[in-house]
């Protein structure tokens, strides 16, 4: 059977490869940070499973470390050029989208055929895992497809990659750790604490102000930190899992769903969201450094709105 | 007097930490071990938690499998063919053809193309100036306050089309943080059953959002006449 362990095991050596191509990238100042950090990675998904948790949790403080004091650089992978990208754009047209689908309609057809179809009960692939196998097939699958059509370097799948990896640097770990973090804050018993007095708060256990408080809290509590992926463990925890889903038995995929895209209301209204708002505002010589903002309240409270009323009538 | 309530100091650290905009990945990792803390962990048994955690979401980690795809296509113009994709777009009025970039934004978006256009990209070489283009050609010059409202919508537009598209593909990191964080709780879903969710919101979002570029071209003609 096809456990999440081989799929694990394969974006290991993905994260592996940079680390290996990043140490030797000498024009990158910090490269042994970027190697150290990638290295981790490949680490932690090739041999996580074995490590055991307190050697797991060195390699957590090890990254937060790496990142945290600014031991990472940025390498430059040798690419091509803006005119060599334009004319191959002229020459393959939306060939490069079709080959871009390529990924996304492996993921979807295989998840499907293998919920859907009596494919799923010959237990070739760990149950629930499915779309996470095809996804990595299906980029198998398009990297095939590109390899045998234009013919790039043996390499240049790879060091185009970590070209992009080191362009987001840490934060390709922060959903992760954030993740961990709604762990801890489960376990510390947060989510209970919160829950209990919520609980007592609202009036006559109303599951209509729960779910207000937990959509308005997803988007305070996001444009107070600039990112939906913090709020979502601490609502999570808070309101999210303890009042929605275990007392009125909300639905946990709508509640999740719907919850986090009420976050991302909250990312449209706040000058914290640096990236989105604050810095095409600049970019686009606005005078109004808030004009972006101020554009999208106008979508966000409506949108915020229709979420918290789609989780009402849709998990309930 | 509450001593359960010191738990939620963790809460604390990380809106006090991203608000002071320290490291972020510093400021969790400082939360979790604090939070194990006040709750009575030893330090041994706190790492442990937080490696167990770390280990448990990785998960979260496979969505970057696709870097190497993308990166190979921009190699080869992806992203020029989208500017050119957008460079076509033809519309009479400055809201429409933000409504035309909206649709392409939430469906390429949707297709885990999420990092085809954006505010550098595409936004402020090609989106921006089209839309002051159109608007200018249909009043005749446009003030400045018209202006200014033309590139803040052509911003806001890049921001709730990748927004409201991206979660409805399955791999995205939303999308797998959600289905981790209520694994912790027991809930094991499949990121399938989650993207759905993303669906209804997303045409909401675009009927919300077109609504208001219609309603930005009538505020134009309106200060012309």
Same mark, same amino acid.
């Given at each position: ?28 100042? $910090? ?34 470390? #790496? ?51 009596? %494919? ?80 007592? =708060? ?38 999210? @899992? ?44 606005? &005078? ?5 903002? &101020? ?22 | ?9 963790? +809460? ?15 400021? =969790? ?8 803390? +006040?709750?009575? $962990?030893?330090?041994?048994? %706190?790492?442990?938690?937080?490696? $167990? *955690? ?7 980690? /496979? ?6 795809? +993308?990166? #190979?296509?921009?190699? !080869?113009?992806? &992203?020029?063919? *989208? ?35 954006? !505010? ?6 090609? @989106? ?10 249909? !009043?005749?010059? /446009? ?7 033309? $590139? ?7 921001? =709730? ?14 999308? =797998? ?21 993303? /669906? ?8 919300? !959002? ?14 012309? &006449?």
């Amino acid at each position: 059977m096809i456990t999440l362990q081989w799929v694990y095991s394969l974006v290991g050596l993905m994260f592996a490869s940079f680390a290996i191509l990043g140490a030797l990238d000498r024009s990158n100042r $910090k490269r042994f940070g970027n190697a150290a950090f990638w290295g981790l990675m490949a680490l932690s998904l090739l041999a996580g499973s074995w490590l055991g948790d307190l050697a797991n949790g060195f390699l957590v403080l090890a990254l937060a470390g #790496l990142a945290g004091f600014g031991l990472m650089g940025r390498g430059t992978p040798v690419t091509t050029s803006e005119g060599e990208r334009l004319t191959w754009s002229h020459q393959l047209g939306n060939r490069l989208f079709l080959s871009a689908l390529v990924i996304p309609a492996t993921a979807l057809a295989g998840t499907l055929a293998f919920r859907y179809t009596a %494919l799923g009960g010959l237990g070739w692939i760990e149950p629930n895992r499915e779309t996470f196998v095809f996804l990595c097939l299906g980029s198998l699958l398009a990297l095939l497809v590109l390899y045998a059509w234009l013919r790039p370097p043996p390499t240049a799948s790879l060091q185009e990659g970590r070209r992009l990896i080191d362009a987001i640097g840490w934060a390709v770990v922060l959903p992760q750790m954030l993740a961990a973090l709604g762990v801890v804050f489960a376990a510390a018993g947060v989510g209970d604490v919160i829950g209990g007095a919520a609980g007592a =708060v609202i009036p006559g256990g109303s599951i209509f102000l729960s779910v207000l408080v937990f959509g308005i809290g997803m988007a305070l509590f996001t444009m107070i930190m600039g990112n939906a992926f913090a709020a979502f463990p601490v609502m999570a925890a808070a309101i999210g @899992v303890p009042l929605l889903i275990q007392t009125y038995h909300g639905d946990p995929a709508v509640v999740g769903a719907i919850g986090m895209l009420a976050g991302f209301c909250g990312t449209l209204m706040t000058p914290m969201a640096a990236n989105f708002n604050m810095v095409p505002a600049a970019l686009l010589e606005l &005078k109004d450094r808030n004009g972006v903002i &101020k554009a999208q309240i106008g979508t966000a409270v409506p949108l915020l709105a229709v979420n918290i009323g789609l989780i009402y009538f849709l998990a309930f | 007097m509450f001593p359960q309530y010191f738990v939620l100091a963790g +809460i604390l650290i990380v809106v006090a930490g991203f608000a002071l905009r320290l490291n972020p990945m510093l400021v =969790v990792t400082v939360a979790a071990l604090a939070t194990g803390a +006040i709750a009575g $962990k030893g330090a041994i048994e %706190l790492i442990s938690l937080l490696g $167990k *955690a770390f280990n448990d979401n990785r998960a979260i980690a /496979i969505v970057w499998i696709v870097l190497p795809v +993308i990166g #190979l296509l921009e190699r !080869h113009g992806l &992203k020029e063919r *989208a500017a050119a994709t957008i460079r076509r777009m033809t519309a009479a009025t400055a809201g429409r053809l933000l409504v035309l970039y909206l649709l392409f934004r939430q469906v390429t978006a949707a297709l885990g193309l999420n990092s085809i256009a954006g !505010h550098p990209q595409t936004v402020r070489p090609l @989106v921006a100036p089209m839309a002051l283009a159109a608007a200018e050609q249909q !009043h005749g010059g /446009i003030e400045d306050e018209s202006a200014e409202e033309v $590139k803040a919508y052509a911003a806001a537009t890049d921001n =709730v089309g990748n927004f409201f598209g991206e979660d409805i593909f399955i791999a995205i990191g939303s999308i =797998v943080l959600i289905q981790s964080t209520l694994a912790t709780y027991g809930y094991d879903l499949a990121p399938l059953d989650l993207a759905i969710w993303a /669906i209804p919101t997303a045409f909401a979002a675009f009927l919300i !959002h077109s609504l208001r570029l219609l309603r930005l071209d009538r505020r134009l003609r309106r200060r012309r &006449k």
